[in-house]
């Protein structure tokens, strides 16, 4: 199942790079031939997909090894190194635009900046199409599979999206004669990106430091638990999220009367209805508290 999971994750990324090479060069044509600061700064955002993409195949396949000596609970935790990377790449590069377009802000010769060209408008039309088609086609099967990196790496589909957007109002400012609107929506972009860059970073580091499960899902475990007759109760419920698993430890409450033998069956038959009813459930250890 796992690598599955890898084959096709794989075969995402694959077609999403090919996609980001032509888009960029495309756009950075685009943005030196129509004199567009904007379209060049998108270009850069496009082939830094590129390389995120890479760290996000590497990661994915380091994250779906077999358990092994050293490390027996799994790779998991390497997918969630690659989205945290892939964060920083993303700020970085949004960094990299907004300072160039800060300083073409402030330096205030508006009046030599290069009008841009219809080229650069249609460049921009073509880009936001493109990006949002990438951002929905990898959504879908990081959702399907349940992958963060992969999920990260729509999002920079996204912000690529949300910065060609930035680039067409700057484009079209410009020609209506706002010629610094080119660089303003550089800056735009680069907040963007920014959010973009700190959510992805969020949900890595929640899924690096044992982060618990929502409510509703610890919840729903506690019923499932408590459908077996013989469970008297829960004592003590803690999950925490392992990269896109998640590990159980359970304390239930059985009848003191019953047997060593007949505990552990119970507690076994509890432990298979949870992996069947989570498929995220990778390990549950369940411990027998004697009751009345």
């Known amino acids: 199942m796992e690598q599955n999971f ?29 004199h567009s600061s904007a379209m060049i700064s998108d270009a850069v955002h496009s082939a830094s997909d590129v390389f995120s993409t890479f760290v996000v195949m590497i990661g994915i396949k380091l994250a779906s090894k077999e358990p092994d000596k050293e490390h027996p609970y ?20 949004g960094a990299m635009i907004g300072i160039n377009a800060f300083k073409t802000i402030i330096a205030g010769n508006y009046k ?32 399907k599979l349940d992958l963060g990196a992969l999920m990260a790496d ?3 589909h996204r912000s ?5 957007i930035g680039a067409l109002i700057g484009i079209a400012g410009a020609m209506l004669g706002f010629p610094v ?31 618990s499960c929502d409510e509703e899902t610890e919840k729903a475990i506690y019923d499932c638990a408590m459908k077996k007759e013989e469970v008297l109760g ?19 409450r059985l009848d003191e009367c019953y047997t060593l033998k007949e505990a552990h069956n119970i507690a076994e038959m509890v432990h298979d209805d ?8 990778k390990h549950i250890m369940i411990h027998v508290n004697p009751g009345k």
């Open 234 to 252: 829960i004592d003590l419920l803690q999950t925490r999220i392992f990269g896109n698993k998640i590990y159980v430890d359970l304390e239930i």
């Open 6 to 34: 890898s084959k096709i994750a794989n075969k995402v990324s694959i077609v999403t790079i090919i996609e980001n090479v032509m888009l960029a060069i495309f756009k950075l044509i685009a943005g030196i031939v129509a």
């Open 160 to 164: 690529d999206a949300f910065s060609s």
């Open 112 to 143: 030599d900046l290069q009008v841009p060209s219809i080229l650069a408008l249609i460049a921009a039309v073509v880009s936001i199409l493109a990006k949002e088609g990438m951002y929905w086609y990898t959504r879908y099967y990081a959702k």
């Open 74 to 93: 799994g790779h998991e935790r390497l997918e969630c190194v690659a989205a945290i990377l892939l964060s920083i790449i993303l700020f970085a590069t």
């Open 181 to 211: 609107m080119d660089s303003i929506s550089s800056l735009v972009i680069f907040i963007f990106i920014a959010k973009a860059a700190f959510d992805i970073f969020k949900d890595a580091m929640d899924k690096m430091v044992d982060h």
């Open 154 to 156: 729509a999002w920079h």
């Open 274 to 281: 949870i992996e069947k009813s989570f498929p995220k459930v």
